[in-house]
């Protein structure tokens, strides 16, 4: 296993358009999350998913953002109608319990930049 | 609502000697907290966790030190290598919370030779 993958690494779009990103996990990872990073900010949380559950959305998902994991297997989150202040970093993760601390650990794909014009 | 924070935008250490990054959090229903590392144009990669029944993990060069009652943690890097420069974040979860991570801002740290 490579580990999470993301796709596309870089979209530039025109605003109003729609844009699609992809996220392949860990294939033993049963959870996986849709984040967002800003230049200068730490990561943010949107989603998660268990299994194809969608269980938790931020408020910051607006009715623009649609995610998706029909199978459990791989997602992809969906940006409607774009705006520029869409434009970030998109980082998807799927977690695993720390053998040592029982933390729950998120290993992060590459992440999908969105720039919009 | 900032519910971790990392007060240190950057931080300089020469070659050799010890970086200290700290972390403050506000929220007292955490159970645990982690630190990662983050190169440009790639993800965050974990570095090391603690959970919050513990004060201090160390693995390798790398040692977080929690502090409950402060609600505080750091994380000692000794000794600090160039290629240790990166990107930093302070994360932390809450087991009911279906364990997302909350991140800090980042603290960039510059290693030099």
């Known amino acids: 296993d490579t580990g999470v993958s993301q796709d596309p690494r870089h979209k530039i779009t025109k605003r109003g358009q729609n844009v699609t990103f992809r996220c392949d996990p860990i294939?033993?990872?049963?959870?996986l999350y849709w984040y967002r990073q800003t230049l200068g900010q730490g990561p943010e949380f949107l989603t998660y998913f268990q299994n194809e559950a969608q269980l938790e959305k931020s408020r910051l998902l607006s009715d623009r953002f649609s995610a998706e994991r029909p199978k459990g297997s791989f997602s992809t989150l969906e940006i409607q109608r774009t705006e520029q202040g869409d434009s970030a970093m998109y980082l998807c993760?799927?977690?695993?319990?720390?053998?040592?601390?029982?933390?729950?650990?998120?290993?992060f794909g590459a992440g999908s930049r969105l720039t919009v014009l | 609502d900032q519910q971790v924070k990392q007060n240190s935008p950057s931080l300089s250490v020469q070659e050799g000697r010890i970086s200290i990054l700290n972390c403050d959090y506000t929220?007292?229903?955490?159970?645990?907290f982690l630190w990662y590392k983050k190169y440009p144009a790639e993800g965050p990669t974990f570095l090391i966790s603690i959970s919050s029944i513990k004060d201090k993990n160390e693995d390798g060069r790398f040692t977080v030190f929690l502090n409950k009652s402060a609600k505080h943690l750091s994380l000692h890097i000794v000794p600090s290598q160039p290629g240790d420069s990166a990107v930093y974040f302070c994360a932390a979860s809450a087991r009911q919370q279906g364990g997302k991570l909350i991140f800090g801002q980042g603290t960039e740290l510059s290693v030099k030779p």
């Open positions: 993760a799927s977690s695993y319990r720390d053998s040592g601390s029982g933390a729950n650990v998120l290993t």
């Open positions: 929220n007292s229903m955490f159970d645990y």
């Open positions: 294939s033993e990872h049963n959870r």
